[in-house]
């Protein structure tokens, strides 16, 4: 074999060339970046893609980021054929989800409605509908089905070569039967890669080698945690008379999806207790490969599949194929640039959606390569939300079991991953269960969601997109909050130490409002872009002139800490320490929150002495706590940062003085309504980094009169465009039944303006509520919203609301400063 030439440089090495690695290479040429060199260590599509099933479907996701992916996609493919003389097989047969219970039908008409306010033409049908597009599909059980007539399947590898042809065509460098072994850093930074034949200068690295990228990563100290697991499919033998143009059928109660196939059909399988493959880590030969079915393990979930089309259980089966395909720890794509190293991205972990997905996940990470910062909300698949201990063997090997069937589990919006539990466990996290607590996983750490009462066991009794069991537990600790006083363990909020000379022109420079005044006092603010979007959603408290203490949510752990990093020069005497694990959190909120403060502390807690937004270090007992009066719910309240090993002191100190007071527990449920019926925001549900912080509602937050901080100038630029035409609103059903969470459409005089993008139950509201961002096309202010009438639909129903750009609890935030 003749030794490759390899370029001295390029200014972008995308390692991997499946339909990921080209679409990248495809986009990054396109956009104008021409010198980019492709390596894939044998021959394009050999590792997941040569065996991806090719359906390309729009329908299904309630992410905005996701539906937008989907559909450029498929119209990428529908037009690659007349770019580059290349078929991708693109079939646009039509594509039937269908549901047979209740809870996925409420599913599908939640997504369905979201869908279509993106812009794709899903339509609901009746199951003898699905019969005449499906004829071979058992119907008699089913509710409905879904069907987008525009979607349908294509053929992954001729994707993946008419990819790799127009990137060329753009003149990228495409090599085949190079292996990267390495890439190279400098200070931090990425240099170049490695290969067998040399090294390539390169000032960008995108990793993007699949079930093999966590492997390369870690050579690096990248951190990706996806694991390889065993994925199915079976093909049947050829089917007399089979119907031309039949759509693809997906029945995840059944656990298949199913395909026409040279002939006969393909029966796809997604099993709910999944096999992991390789832990210890794939092979770098493996090419083109197979993996011997388990037939045992496999039966039950094959034959229901099958139960589905009955002809295929009798025309006998032609291939059962198990071939490895990576998922990841909560099922988003790994995507963007790792923390650890500058200019190392990635775009890994499809969890089985890289066909459908690739070419708009090409393009949105080429636009975050060229421009610094991508256009798209990446909040949650971006890289930086995962953490390392996620990347243990173990982890791997026990929560991939789960993750790969989560993709055809009904998607209920109260569901905790069950999978690697007990990963992070706060200080008092015995005396929480002890007290009833139903226990959440929340970014790894065991989060109390509600409290069960007295002589009831903390269980969830059937999930369900309705009341479940434990919906009065909550309504009395939202209550318990609102009139009296509760505690709430927050320990799994991300804290850090910013210390040093420039500590404070270091945190005043990337906040935009004025953190760096006088010590003693905590202040809220956002961090920005250059373009003035939000980057961070935060609290910066200035304990004394070169010590700062931030606390972000768990979410935005590594994002904050690596944004701090980042933008700390070689010049700043400022240093950053992420003390998370070392301090628990403990807030004590609600009207008599003050009253149960005094008990335990010899400080003067009285509104003179301790005002809103005071910050200082208290006596607990034993135990010194750095003391802060804030509050995310609503009410007086205060947030008590407690060193890790005297936290159950304090909370047994707590407890005992909060007997005379009636204190109660109160989960994460009631911080959500609690919250949302305050409008508080939260990044990465209600907020994104695609928002201004001015459409945010978060002005009051910002200090233009601040002579410099990043994104001012573009805060400036927008106000400067008059009236806002797009803003965050918040939105209360009128009837107190029905249930919100995420992507329910709001219209106002009948016409769609946005959706929810996180909701709660108000239960002093009396109703569902929600923060929605609308768009309007003309100035939303007040009378605006006052003018109209609206209405948001909820699983196919339309339910009158009311919307608000104020708060529409305590508006004038007088019990947060009573």
Known sequence: MSVPVLPKRARVVVVGGGVIGCSVAYHLAHMGWKDVVLLERDRLTSGTTWHAAGLIVTFGSTSETSTEMRKYTRDLYTRLEAETGLGTGFKPVGFIEVAADPDRLEEYRRVSAFNRHCGVDVHEISPSEVKELFPLARTDDLLAGFYVKEDGQANPVDITMALAKGAKMQGAT???????????????????????????????????????ARQLGARSGVNIPLQ??????????????????????????????????????????????????????????????????????????????MRRVPVTLEVGVRKFFCGPESFTPDLAPVVGEAPEVKNYFVAAGMNSIGILTGGGLGRVLAHWIINGRPDVDVTGMNIDRLHTYQANPEYRRTRTVESLGMVYQCHYPTRSMQTARGAKTAAIHDRLAAAGAHFKDVSGWEGADWYAPPGVAPKVERLSWGRQNWFPYWEAEHKACREGVILMDMSFMAKFLVQGRDAGKLLDHISANRVDGAPGVITYTQWLNEGGTIEADLTVTKLDDERYWVVASDTAHRHVLTWMRRHTRDDMHAFVTDVTSGHAQINIQGPRSRELMQLVTSEDMSNEAFPFRAAREIDIGFARALCVRITYLGELGYELYIPTEQATHVYDRLVEAGKRVDLKHAGLKALASLRMEKGYRDYGHDIDNTDSVLEAGLGFAVDLKKPSFLGREAVLAKKAQGPLKRRIVQVLVKDPEPLMFHAEIVRRNGKPVGYVRAASYGHTLGGAVGLAMVEAGEPIDTSWLEKGTWEVEIAGKVVPAIASIRPLYDPEAKRVKA
Do not use: Q
């Open 174 to 212: 495409i090599l085949e039967n190079v292996p990267c072994t390495g890439v190279l850093t400098k200070r931090g930074a990425v240099a170049g890669v490695r290969t067998p034949f040399g090294d390539i200068e390169a000032e960008y690295v995108v990793n993007c080698a699949g079930m093999w």
């Open 228 to 305: 390889s697991a065993e994925h199915y499919y079976l093909i049947t033998a050829k089917i007399p008379d089979l119907p031309k143009a039949m759509p693809v059928l997906e029945d995840p109660g059944s656990y298949g999806y199913y395909r026409e196939e040279v002939g006969g059909l393909m029966v796809g399988l997604f099993e709910p207790v999944c096999a992991p493959w390789k832990i210890e880590g794939v092979p770098d030969d493996f090419s083109f490969g197979e993996i011997t079915p388990d037939w045992d393990r496999m039966g039950p979930y094959v034959e229901k599949a």
